[in-house]
């Protein structure tokens, strides 16, 4: 149709990304490359930018196939250089510089320093869609640590030596799932998408998920089951 749509792609570069010999990032830029392609193709005018306490680099609303070049270009350029995750100032630069509202897609691991759910609120309030792809590694849900070990914070980068038993690892674990469904059980409760995937699957795989789960909420939201 001729409606006029913009969608924007948030890609998180913080130091957090880079964890697994940087394939967290990889699988994220590579996401974000076929998803801006697919908007493209569809006539939608396509903006990308990377962030990690702010953005730190961005690619200008446009329109058309002829432009995937240079989209391609721009993100192959890129590594996970930020420090910490703030996605409250992000949102803030964020929608003083867009006018048009749209689809905002975050590709991100979601360990911010900050309050994200002030700015996924943010971006609701002021007519924003955000669509969430949890991007990890099955490396952080289950590391395989025991004994004594050097632990380095990526977002922060201090680094500590401790001893690490088996109920560390438990707790661990039971903290980190209690993080995820606290970021994925916000965007649930206001029928927002989103999507997990992990460093280990393909590029195929993660591009599946997404779609089924766009036609999973569409379907909801017309009250289709």
Known sequence: GSEDHTVYFLLDASRSMAFGDGKKFELARELTAALAYLALANHDRVWTGLFADQIVASFPARRGRALIPALFQFLDGQLPAGEETRLENVVGQFTSRQVQRGLVVILSDMFDAGRFDIAMDSLRLQGYEPLL????????????????????????GQQRAVTITSEDQSNYFAEFQNECRR???????????????????????????????????RHTRAGVR
Do not use: N
């Open 183 to 217: 970021v994925r059980g916000y965007f649930h409760r206001y029928g927002l998408g989103v999507v997990p995937v992990f460093s280990g699957d393909s590029l195929t795989q993660c591009l599946e998920r997404i779609v089924l789960g766009s036609v999973q909420r």
């Open 133 to 156: 792809i949890h991007v990890l590694d099955k490396q952080e849900a289950q590391p395989a640590l025991a004994g004594k070990v050097r632990l380095h914070t990526v977002e922060g």
